[in-house]
């Protein structure tokens, strides 16, 4: 069993801010490779993974275009966009990630 961690949720001014930190990371592109379309900084990230597990940190959270954001959440291959962004982001954050691959 994984130890119990509360859940990080921020909002409001903390929020934004993290919402810049990541578009800053990722160069405000999406992050789907053969995409890396520019994305607009008042586009709010990803969660990965989204839904009850989700956390406000950066370690959790990707740019994706909206074609491939809307394609996560609701599209036939959201799996595989699920993969990408699981991989990208334990590839910059090895550590913090090991406990869910
Ligand atoms: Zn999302
Ligand atoms: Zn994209």
């Not at 961690?5 to 929020?15: A, E, Q």
């Not at 799996?79 to 869910?100: H, M, N, T, V």
């Amino acid at each position: 069993m994984l130890p119990k961690r509360k859940k990080v949720r921020i909002t409001g001014k903390k929020l934004s801010k993290l919402n810049d930190d990541i578009h800053g990371r990722d160069d405000s592109k999406c992050i789907i490779k053969g995409c890396g379309r520019y994305v607009d900084p008042r586009e709010k990230f990803h969660h990965e993974p989204q839904g009850n597990d989700k956390e406000d940190r950066i370690e959790h959270g990707v740019t994706l275009c909206l074609k491939h954001h809307t394609e996560r959440h609701s599209g036939t291959n959201g799996a595989d966009i699920r993969e990408q962004c699981e991989e990208y982001l334990s590839g910059l954050y090895p550590k913090y990630w090991e406990r869910f691959m």
